[in-house]
């Protein structure tokens, strides 16, 4: 117990800055999003899964330049890590979309809302995979190679 709590421990100051950056990004794209999917709903008419769906390429491309350039600054990405960042929102879309069709499904109605149910939607199903989007992006996405030494004969 004291192990796992040590490297719990351990893992939280390794990634701390890291997730917080990783956090903030999210939050800015989350907003993005926000705003694309209420013009997309309210002022195009739209169908709420076809808006959801374009607002995710939309944010998920911001999403991964902000990430590469901020969160994961001065290490070296693997050649792969658009197409890794690509699987990952790919991977985390179907979860998100039925977790926000079923919020809309549970018409919230909160008074906050006004009438937007679908962005209240849209937050809580961005938050509940903000953790595991963030370790697929730490530990594959944006993982870095290790150094390899010289190769001795």
Do not use: C
């Not at 999210?26 to 374009?54: C, D, M, P, R, Y």
Request: overall charge positive.
């Amino acid at each position: 117990m004291a192990k796992t709590r040590r490297r719990l421990k351990r893992a939280w100051q390794e990634h701390r800055v890291t997730f917080a950056k990783f956090v903030v990004i999210a939050g800015l794209t989350a907003g993005i999003g926000h705003g694309i999917l209420k013009v997309e709903i309210t002022q195009l008419g739209w169908n709420s899964g076809l808006a959801f769906f374009l607002q995710t390429l939309v944010v998920a491309s911001v999403n991964f330049y902000l990430n590469w350039r901020i969160t994961w600054k001065g290490k070296p990405a693997r050649g792969q890590s658009a197409w890794r960042w690509t699987a990952v929102q790919v991977l985390l879309y179907a979860p998100s979309y039925l977790l926000y069709d079923e919020i809309i499904r549970w018409h919230i109605g909160l008074p906050l809302a006004g009438g937007n149910d679908f962005l209240v939607a849209k937050a809580l199903s961005g938050a509940f995979l903000i953790i595991p989007g963030y370790l697929l992006a730490a530990s594959w996405a944006f993982a870095t190679r290790p150094k390899q030494g010289p190769i001795k004969a």
